[in-house]
């Protein structure tokens, strides 16, 4: 084969080497995406201790002026919290201290964890456990499956329509509709 021939076929066979990978590429099972089903149970075998609270159930309890009302503990970031949160929400950070993020509250108080997901919140709702609080749960599906149903979420005490993504990843169970990196003015 001579060298011209060999350029033209190189010249002919890289572009179309190119296409293909690339159709193989976007045509490749989604093994990376990721799904409640996923993130449910991953939360369940790591933290099987803690319960879970379905937001039907949750929504009985706030609704019901009979039933003990819960202390709601946004376990996200403050930026996440500033763009909006459950109503009565009370944001606290992960790393402190239970004993000082909880000054005052009783260990028999009815608790309810949520964050984006609910890893951090089951996280911070066994450790509120091992610090003695035994009317503990944790929010299944957390703020993105509450706001995914069109259920209210707040800032300032105004409902607002947009939650934070935390990031790509874990925001592809957020609706995208509802994303909101910093709090809409």
Not at 16 to 44: C, D, G, H, M, Q
Not at 97 to 111: D, E, R
Request: proline residues 5%; contains cysteine.
């Amino acid at each position: 084969m001579t060298r011209r021939a060999i350029i033209v076929t190189l010249v002919w066979l890289l572009p179309l080497a190119a296409v293909t990978a690339f159709v193989a590429w976007r045509l490749r099972p989604e093994s990376k995406t990721l799904t409640w089903a996923y993130v449910n149970a991953l939360i369940a075998r790591k933290f099987p201790q803690v319960r879970q609270i379905s937001g039907d159930e949750l929504r009985r309890w706030l609704a019901n002026p009979h039933h003990a009302q819960p202390l709601l503990l946004d376990v996200r970031t403050i930026a996440e919290y500033a763009v909006s949160h459950l109503e009565h929400a009370r944001l606290v950070h992960a790393s402190e201290p239970v004993a000082k993020a909880l000054a005052g509250v009783s260990h028999q108080t009815l608790i309810v964890t949520y964050c984006s997901v609910g890893y951090r919140s089951s996280e911070y709702a066994q450790r509120l456990m091992q610090d003695g609080y035994s009317n503990v749960y944790d929010l299944k599906e957390s703020i993105f499956g509450w706001a995914n149903r069109g259920w209210p979420v707040y800032r300032h005490g105004q409902v607002v329509h947009h939650v934070h993504p935390y990031d790509a990843y874990w925001g592809s169970l957020l609706q995208r509709r509802l994303w909101a990196f910093k709090p809409a003015h």
